[in-house]
């Protein structure tokens, strides 16, 4: 039923920025803490950024600094505005939920982003 659809993503220069979006549709947004995720060449899927209800946020080590999670509960998106890109932040970049007893939605297919050195 909720279909996650993200975008934003691209082919960029070292130390060039992107923004990307995440629309949620049908899902109860405003409830819930969402994630931003990716999964780089020949890696697993990693937690990138956290937004929570309240505003409250957490950052991978390895992107803090450089991106910002944000949120538009009016709009049921998430975004993840990120500058200083790195050829080590080359990925897909997926979102979803990650509250406690809550089961995550079915992914989406990602936004590619490319980062050149």
């Known amino acids: 039923q909720v279909q996650l659809v993200e975008s934003g993503g691209g082919l960029v220069q070292s130390g060039g920025s992107l923004r990307l979006s995440c629309v949620a549709s049908?899902?109860?947004?405003?409830?819930?803490?969402w994630a931003w995720y990716r999964q780089g060449p020949g890696k697993q899927r990693e937690l990138v950024a956290q937004?929570?209800?309240?505003?409250?946020?957490n950052y991978a080590d390895s992107v803090k600094g450089r991106f910002t999670i944000s949120r538009d509960n009016a709009k049921n998106t998430v975004f993840l505005q990120m500058d200083s890109l790195k050829p080590d932040d080359t990925g897909v970049y997926l979102c979803?939920?990650?509250?406690?007893?809550?089961?995550?939605?079915?992914w989406g297919q990602g936004t590619q982003v490319t980062v050149s050195s």
């Open positions: 937004i929570r209800s309240d505003g409250s946020t």
């Open positions: 979803n939920i990650i509250n406690s007893q809550v089961p995550q939605y079915t």
């Open positions: 049908g899902s109860v947004f405003s409830l819930y803490t």
